[in-house]
């Protein structure tokens, strides 16, 4: 059984580029979030997907946006890259449906995205 | 709205010592609660999760928490730690009926350093 995967690891751009994350989830899992973890802060909520479609967003603006796709993969696009947004980005998945899980994510081991 | 406040960022221990990593947190509605673990340059690996019943949850590692619904509270604990234990940890609270699904609220974490 594999686990969640991320590509790249570590990523450096340049202020107002856009970038794309990648996730694989989990055999099986159908659910994927996405999480934004700056340095020294716990995780932030950015989005969950469900069956490709969203279905619950955090606080984060428009110009972060994502997609699932049929095998459950799922990417990550920020727009307009702001210094701000350097941080580790954490892919997140489970097996279930719209509500909460009883079971907790898999998550993989991020992407670092360096914005200078 | 929820949060989580890990009250100590850094708890150092000796080798074989108890430590108690403590969590409180906040919610006008009932919720599920997890530890996270996280070692460097890795994602989050779930150590232990209460969702409803005994307030005793024991988890992996030998690590147990408390759910204490009255003074809001979800502290992790081990009897006898290892120098292996030294990592990020994270408490997270997620609403049971959610509309916004998906979403953890994570404290920012307590870095446990187990020295020998």
């Known amino acids: 059984e594999t686990g969640v995967t991320q590509s790249p690891t570590h990523l450096i751009k340049t202020r107002g580029q856009q970038v794309t994350l990648r996730c694989s989830s989990q055999s099986g899992h159908n659910t994927v979030s996405w999480y934004q973890q700056a340095l020294g802060q716990g995780p932030q909520f950015i989005f969950q997907?469900?069956?490709?479609?969203?279905?619950g967003r955090g606080n984060f603006p428009p110009r972060f946006s994502g997609l699932q796709f049929p095998n459950y993969s799922s990417e990550l696009n920020v727009n307009a890259l702001e210094l701000d947004d350097s941080a580790l980005y954490l892919c997140?998945?489970?097996?279930?449906?719209?509500?909460?899980?009883?079971?907790?994510?898999?998550f993989g081991s991020g992407t670092r995205l360096t914005v200078v | 709205a929820q949060s989580v406040t890990q009250l100590d960022s850094q708890v150092p221990v000796f080798e074989e010592a108890p430590v108690e990593l403590r969590c409180n947190y906040s919610s006008s509605v009932s919720v599920y609660l997890f530890w996270y673990v996280q070692y460097p340059n890795q994602g989050l690996q779930l150590l232990l999760k209460y969702l409803s019943g005994s307030t005793l949850v024991k988890g992996i590692n030998g690590f147990e928490a408390e759910f204490n619904k009255s003074q809001t509270s979800f502290h992790l604990r081990k009897p006898s730690v290892h120098i292996s234990d030294t990592a990020e940890y994270f408490c997270?609270?997620?609403?049971?009926?959610?509309?916004?699904?998906?979403?953890?609220?994570f404290g920012d974490g307590t870095t446990l350093t187990v020295k020998p």
């Open positions: 997270a609270v997620s609403e049971t009926f959610n509309t916004n699904a998906g979403k953890s609220t």
């Open positions: 997907y469900y069956r490709e479609e969203e279905n």
């Open positions: 997140a998945s489970r097996l279930g449906g719209q509500g909460q899980s009883l079971y907790g994510y898999t």
